[in-house]
Protein backbone atom coordinates (compact mmCIF):
# COMPACT_ATOMS: atom_id res chain seq x y z
CA UNK A 1 0.00 0.00 0.00
CA UNK A 2 1.51 2.94 -1.01
CA UNK A 3 0.01 6.82 -0.38
CA UNK A 4 1.13 10.18 -0.70
CA UNK A 5 0.62 12.27 2.12
CA UNK A 6 0.08 16.15 1.32
CA UNK A 7 0.58 19.64 3.67
CA UNK A 8 1.14 22.86 3.46
CA UNK A 9 -2.06 24.48 1.71
CA UNK A 10 -3.56 28.00 3.22
CA UNK A 11 -5.52 31.33 2.99
CA UNK A 12 -2.09 33.41 1.90
CA UNK A 13 -2.46 36.79 0.60
CA UNK A 14 -1.09 38.33 -2.89
CA UNK A 15 2.06 38.36 -2.83
CA UNK A 16 2.98 36.17 -0.02
CA UNK A 17 4.58 32.91 -0.35
CA UNK A 18 3.66 29.30 0.52
CA UNK A 19 5.69 25.65 0.79
CA UNK A 20 4.04 22.61 0.13
CA UNK A 21 4.70 19.09 1.16
CA UNK A 22 4.56 15.78 -0.35
CA UNK A 23 5.87 12.70 1.00
CA UNK A 24 5.43 9.14 0.22
CA UNK A 25 4.86 6.04 2.36
CA UNK A 26 4.21 2.82 2.47
CA UNK A 27 5.76 -0.37 0.83
CA UNK A 28 8.44 1.39 -1.58
CA UNK A 29 11.12 -0.03 -3.58
CA UNK A 30 11.83 3.28 -4.94
CA UNK A 31 10.55 6.37 -6.68
CA UNK A 32 10.87 8.15 -9.71
CA UNK A 33 9.51 11.62 -11.01
CA UNK A 34 7.75 13.52 -8.28
CA UNK A 35 5.02 16.40 -9.48
CA UNK A 36 2.73 18.64 -8.33
CA UNK A 37 -0.39 19.23 -10.53
CA UNK A 38 -3.28 21.57 -9.74
CA UNK A 39 -7.01 21.82 -10.39
CA UNK A 40 -9.38 25.11 -10.34
CA UNK A 41 -12.92 24.99 -9.79
CA UNK A 42 -14.53 24.67 -13.47
CA UNK A 43 -10.49 24.08 -15.26
CA UNK A 44 -9.07 20.59 -16.57
CA UNK A 45 -6.39 19.61 -13.34
CA UNK A 46 -2.66 21.18 -15.61
CA UNK A 47 0.78 20.41 -14.10
CA UNK A 48 2.52 23.18 -12.21
CA UNK A 49 6.14 21.37 -11.87
CA UNK A 50 7.58 18.07 -11.83
CA UNK A 51 10.76 16.80 -10.70
CA UNK A 52 13.25 13.90 -11.64
CA UNK A 53 15.47 11.70 -9.67
CA UNK A 54 18.77 13.45 -11.09
CA UNK A 55 17.57 16.52 -10.12
CA UNK A 56 15.87 17.77 -13.67
CA UNK A 57 12.88 19.43 -13.24
CA UNK A 58 10.28 21.60 -15.58
CA UNK A 59 7.64 24.01 -15.06
CA UNK A 60 4.51 25.27 -16.28
CA UNK A 61 5.31 28.92 -17.99
CA UNK A 62 2.85 30.35 -15.50
CA UNK A 63 4.71 29.79 -12.51
CA UNK A 64 8.26 30.08 -13.74
CA UNK A 65 10.57 32.12 -11.50
CA UNK A 66 7.89 32.28 -8.81
CA UNK A 67 7.68 28.65 -8.27
CA UNK A 68 10.60 25.99 -7.15
CA UNK A 69 10.24 22.28 -6.87
CA UNK A 70 12.52 20.38 -4.77
CA UNK A 71 12.97 16.35 -3.63
CA UNK A 72 14.43 14.53 -0.76
CA UNK A 73 15.47 11.32 -2.33
CA UNK A 74 16.03 9.68 1.11
CA UNK A 75 12.95 10.99 2.61
CA UNK A 76 10.59 10.25 -0.53
CA UNK A 77 9.77 14.15 -0.14
CA UNK A 78 8.42 16.38 -2.50
CA UNK A 79 8.48 20.29 -1.68
CA UNK A 80 6.75 23.10 -4.13
CA UNK A 81 8.29 26.71 -2.62
CA UNK A 82 6.07 29.06 -4.19
CA UNK A 83 6.38 32.93 -4.12
CA UNK A 84 4.69 35.96 -5.45
CA UNK A 85 1.49 34.24 -5.17
CA UNK A 86 -1.06 35.86 -7.22
CA UNK A 87 -4.91 34.82 -7.03
CA UNK A 88 -4.88 32.98 -10.40
CA UNK A 89 -2.67 30.51 -8.30
CA UNK A 90 -5.94 29.54 -6.35
CA UNK A 91 -6.23 25.65 -6.68
CA UNK A 92 -6.44 22.41 -4.81
CA UNK A 93 -2.64 21.09 -5.68
CA UNK A 94 -2.58 17.62 -6.09
CA UNK A 95 1.08 16.03 -5.70
CA UNK A 96 1.56 12.63 -7.74
CA UNK A 97 4.20 10.40 -7.73
CA UNK A 98 5.82 7.29 -10.35
CA UNK A 99 6.54 4.84 -7.79
CA UNK A 100 7.97 0.98 -7.81
CA UNK A 101 6.88 -1.12 -5.50
CA UNK A 102 8.87 -4.02 -6.37
CA UNK A 103 11.54 -4.22 -9.21
CA UNK A 104 8.66 -4.80 -11.89
CA UNK A 105 5.73 -3.06 -10.36
CA UNK A 106 5.41 0.24 -11.38
CA UNK A 107 2.77 2.97 -11.07
CA UNK A 108 1.34 6.53 -10.78
CA UNK A 109 0.32 7.61 -7.63
CA UNK A 110 -1.97 10.73 -6.39
CA UNK A 111 -1.99 12.73 -3.47
CA UNK A 112 -6.06 13.82 -1.76
CA UNK A 113 -5.13 17.18 -2.74
CA UNK A 114 -4.53 20.36 -0.59
CA UNK A 115 -5.93 23.87 -0.94
CA UNK A 116 -4.44 27.21 -1.85
CA UNK A 117 -6.63 30.26 -1.46
CA UNK A 118 -4.45 33.56 -2.78
CA UNK A 119 -6.80 35.97 -1.62
CA UNK A 120 -6.70 40.02 0.17
Known amino acids: QVQLVESGGGLVQPGGSLRLSCAAEGNIHSVNAMGWYRQAPGEQRELVAA???????NYADSVKGRFTISKDNAKNTVYLQMNSLKPEDTAAYYCNAGIFVSITRYGSYWGRGTQVTVSS
Open 51 to 57: IMNGGSA
